[in-house]
Structure formats: C-alpha cells, structure tokens
C-alpha cells in the first residue's frame, strides 16, 4: 500500500511543479532574480534510496545521509530554509544535533544560505573545496563570482574544513567523494557515495550546478583558464558514478517528475538512471557553447 507520507509528498509536488527552467534562470519579477517563497515551498521529508533522505523544502535541494555513526546533510538553502531543513530532519526521527558534517554545492545564498545557522545549531563541521570555503566566508560577497551584484548576501560560513578534489572523507560506514566542479561559481563541487537497501547498492551523485549564467557585462570568455576549468567540470559531472542523480534545483535534474512515478517511497526504479549525469553535462556543455558564442558574437548575454 502507498505510504501516506508519499501520498501527501506526491500531491504537493503536483500542486508546485515548476517549469523546468526556473531551476536556473533568474525571474525578472523576483527580488534578485529569486523566487524565495516558491524555493521554500513545504515538501514532507522522505527516502529517496537506503540511507539518503530528502529534507529540503520544495524548490531547493537539501539531503541527509544517515552514515551510522552521525549524519552528513549537503546544502543548507535560503537562509531562511534553516529552520524548514530542521523541522524535517525531526519528522524523521533524527536529531539536528547528530549531523556531524555539512557539505556544500556552491556558495550562493539558495544553497549556502541556510549553513551558519545549521552549523550553529548542529555544531556540524562544514566541508567544502578551497574556493567554496573562501566564497562561503565572504557570505555572497565574492567580486570573482560571475553572478556577483545579482544575488543577495548571507550569513558568512567560517571554520571550513577544506577538501582535495577527489579527496574521500568517511563517516560511519559511508565514504563520500569531493569533485571539485567549477564553473557555475569557482568553487563548486559535486559529491559521490553509496547507498544501500536490500542487498543492493546504488552509486549517488548530488551533482552542482553547470550552467553559465551571469550578472549582466559579465564574460566567460574573456577568462581562457575558467572557460577551460568549465568544461573539464562538466567532463567531470560526465563521468560520476552515477544511478541516481541529484541536483541542487531539484528540477535541474526532473527530481519531481521521477518521484510522482514511485509506485511507494521505497519504489528506487523511477529515480535510477545511469545515464543521467551524461545527460545532465551533455545539456550543460550545449549551453555552455552557446553562451560562448553568443558572446564571441557580442550579442548579449545574461
């Protein structure tokens, strides 16, 4: 039988869905571009697969890994997501006090927003690449960032501890890999581990975000070395292990339109692709293309 948290996860899903380009394009009619009421739209918490959980409101992406021996949470949101991210790490039955590590996509304030008060409420250790660790101290305020004078500052992040890319960091019984994946922002980074249910395991990819979107006279182009680190990024997204991916717009990856197909809140079959990550960079690398072109031919770009 259909589980009623499922029921009513899957009912709010339809009632909010998105269109697939709100994941990463500005809304001209929201503060900073930023639809913050509909990002932080309720979702009910639930199992994606074994030992991963969903316990992000509706529009952005926050995910708990129970390892054990402590939780792993990636991605703290809007500022104003703290206490929504909390509220559902309790539903569950866990407590915010066991997350033991917060891991970070990148340093913008949808998706690091929500960090220095999940740090300070856990007392987590915050993890994330050199860059990210510096971006997420200037809380929004990183002149190098190409949407910089765009987005909204956030509380500052300190005291982060600072991985390698392809550095693996362990946690109870799980392991969890640093993908360093610049582009979207200088820090950005993607993470890989293995969840488990039944006796199969499945291989977890919360892939960042790759698209090249700006603040207006913003150029890729004008930077060889960042174009360059963009596209070996998505070379890198390309080649995660990768069955079920997420991402942190849950519609950057049709998260919502696979869940509404579960069968129940254990059915993983809907949300297992292992070609998804391709897809994703595939995508990402057209775009990416194109945003170079547009600005080799000083069209326009935003």
């Known amino acids: ?14 009632s909010l869905m998105l ?43 926050s995910i708990l890994l129970d390892t054990g021996q402590g939780l792993a949470l990636f991605d703290g949101d809007l500022p104003e997501s703290a206490p929504v991210i909390e509220a ?16 970070n996509s990148h340093a ?11 740090q300070r409420d856990s007392g987590a250790q915050v993890l994330a690449s050199a860059a990210g660790a510096r971006e997420m101290a200037l ?33 109870g019984g799980v392991a969890i890999t640093t993908h360093y994946t610049p582009g979207h922002t200088q820090g950005s980074t993607s993470w890989t581990w293995t969840s488990c249910a039944d006796g199969r395991c499945l291989r977890m ?12 006279g913003f150029r890729f182009s004008d930077d060889p070395g960042r174009v360059a680190a963009f596209h070996r990024a998505i070379a890198t997204v390309a080649a995660l292990p990768c069955d079920i991916l997420l991402t942190p717009h849950p519609d950057a990856s049709d998260f919502w339109q696979k869940v509404a197909r579960r069968k129940s809140d254990t059915d993983a079959a809907p949300l297992i692709d ?25 069209t326009g770009t935003k």
């Open 139 to 171: 809380g929004g305020a990183d002149r190098d960032d190409p949407q910089y004078g765009d987005l909204p500052d956030y509380p500052p992040v300190h005291h982060v501890r600072v991985l390698r890319d392809g550095e693996v960091v362990r946690l």
């Open 88 to 103: 559902n790490i309790r539903a569950l039955g866990f407590r915010v006090r066991d997350i033991k590590w917060i891991l």
């Open 19 to 61: 269109p697939a380009a709100h994941a990463e394009q500005p809304s001209a009619n929201t503060s900073h571009g930023f639809d913050r009421q509909q990002w932080n739209a309720p979702q009910k918490p639930f199992r994606i697969y074994g030992n991963t959980w969903y316990v992000g409101p509706y529009g952005l992406s």
């Open 205 to 216: 990819a919360y892939a960042d975000s790759l698209t090249a979107i700006s603040a207006s």
């Open 108 to 118: 913008h304030s949808d998706h690091a927003g929500g960090i220095a008060a999940l």
């Open 274 to 298: 292992a070609g998804a990550c391709r897809a994703y960079a595939a995508n990402a690398g057209k775009k990416l293309d194109a945003r170079l072109a547009q600005e080799h031919a000083g």
């Open 1 to 14: 039988m259909m589980s009623l948290r499922f029921l009513a996860g899957a009912t709010l899903m339809l």
